[in-house]
């Protein structure tokens, strides 16, 4: 046994339903849950009050919800047909408490199959942004549920209603293989120590335990493991994670799904109420980082380091509206005051990451940056020579969407610093956590840096 500190959130870290049913009916609502799992679909129960509504269990993460299984009748209305907004007010409840924060499927199982496209139809018209459309719904006999012997139909049915939706499919598929890469992953650490007890009771979880930290210690190094084991063991465990991902596509099911879901439309474009920059902000930064201490940390001046007597002009050797200059051309920018208050000057960390792994006590690695309102594009043109940015040590990336406008992103290799850990430039009294810029898109900036660093000279005669 291996006790340690136990805390309520704890339980937050078990796996999370994906389906629920919903019913005002105790005994009906038993024999839902008994058919799904017999069809091989476990679920949570909720029993749905017409007097108090529904309650959701506070351990139910509404972000995990895939599938809703839901009477269509909860009101348990008599003249079901002549009385539509009453029958549609206790769906929009549900869904309103429920509040699915993905992509879900909604199956009503109902005798009155022929109101259920009126009944979404009306809560659509509603407009209610507080209750979330499925990406589609299906319908399904209560019988297939309520009979013992139509499970197969219920498999069939259930079948048929995810074959309806291919892409949402697709989704689940990715979601779950994505989910067994890390359980195989688990397993695959958990066979090479699988050893008894002294007592033979259970297995050696001390032995686990001592995988897990040469993992870390592996990948940060033993000092910088003992003070972040979460980050350390993570970084440990992920080469061996990223191989049981790279095999997802090996399952001939999977790849079926997904030629299935995208068989046409490849010569369209992005949908129209998606535009680059919101997409740029999903693949090459992570806006939920606040770690100013993580790499990649992209760390944005506040007021008191911009002072003429503060640490920007210490360490760079030029203040905050020269710094500006580098990235764009004052005699273009009439207004300087208007566009230098909108640029956000900073640092962004790009430490070598073997630093960690060979236990070293690092210099943080940092490179001058700039945040800028895309709409300056026109500030950054110079005429001689004729360019876009004011020379060759200006490196930028694609635009980003951060909250509703998107910003350029540049960076500037003349001015880089190496810097402890508890620096005062890079410390809370001088800067904040803007966002993470990631990986992929840090190894080709330091690409870039050592391109641009390591440039040969040459000259030559011409005639």
């Known amino acids: 046994m291996d006790a340690g500190v136990v805390e309520d959130s704890f339980i937050n870290f078990l796996p999370h339903p994906r389906i629920v049913a919903i019913d005002n009916n105790p005994s009906h609502l038993d024999q839902i849950a008994k058919g799904l799992f017999n069809a091989g679909l476990p679920c949570v129960t909720m029993l749905y009050d017409i007097a108090q509504g529904l309650v959701k269990p506070d351990t139910l993460d509404p972000s995990m919800l895939r599938i809703i299984f839901l009477d269509l009748n909860l009101g348990e209305i008599e003249n079901i047909g002549s009385s539509m907004g009453t029958l549609t007010a206790p769906i929009c409840e549900v869904l309103k408490i429920l509040s699915p924060a993905g992509p879900y499927l909604l199956v009503f199982w109902t005798k009155h199959h022929n109101l259920v496209k009126d009944t979404m139809k009306m809560i659509a018209e509603r407009g209610d942004t507080d209750v979330p459309l499925p990406v589609s719904y299906e319908t399904l006999d209560k019988d297939l549920f309520t009979d013992t012997s139509k499970v197969e139909d219920l498999r069939k049915g259930i079948i048929k209603a995810l074959g309806n939706n291919c892409v949402f499919l697709a989704l ?144 760079l050797g030029q203040g905050i509206e020269d710094l500006t200059d580098e990235f764009i051309n004052p005699d273009v920018a009439k207004d300087k005051e208007n566009y230098k208050s909108k640029v956000s000057l900073g640092l962004l960390e790009c430490s070598a990451a073997c630093d960690l792994a060979q236990n070293k006590a690092p210099l943080r690695r940092y490179i001058l940056c700039a945040r800028m309102p895309a709409d300056f594009e026109k500030y950054r043109t110079w005429e001689n020579p004729a360019r876009k940015k004011k020379h060759d040590a200006i490196f930028e990336l694609d635009k980003v969407r951060i909250g509703s406008e998107d910003y350029d992103l540049l960076l500037d290799f003349r001015y880089t610093l190496s810097l402890p850990l508890d620096h005062p430039l890079t410390g809370p009294q001088s800067v904040k956590a803007a966002f993470r810029v990631r990986s992929q898109v840090l190894a080709h900036i330091t690409a870039n840096f050592a391109f641009h660093t390591t440039r040969p000279g040459t000259f030559s005669f011409r005639p």
């Open 172 to 315: 689940l598929a990715w979601e779950s293989e994505v989910e067994g890469a890390a359980v195989r992953t688990c397993n695959r650490l958990h066979n090479l120590v699988a050893a008894r007890q002294g007592d033979g009771t259970s297995l050696n979880v001390v032995d686990l335990k001592d995988l897990l930290k040469q993992l870390a210690i592996a990948a940060w190094g033993k000092v910088h493991a003992k003070g972040n084991a979460a980050a350390s063991v993570t970084s440990g465990l992920l080469p061996l994670l990223g191989d049981h991902l790279d095999a997802i596509t090996n399952n001939p099911a999977y790849s079926k799904i997904w030629n299935n879901a995208l068989s046409n439309g490849w010569s369209r474009g992005m949908p129209s109420m998606v535009t680059p920059a919101q997409m740029n902000a999903q693949c090459l930064v992570d806006l939920s980082c606040s770690d100013m201490n993580c790499r990649g940390a992209w760390l944005e001046f506040i007021d008191d380091a911009k002072k003429p007597d503060g640490p920007v002009k210490g360490h």
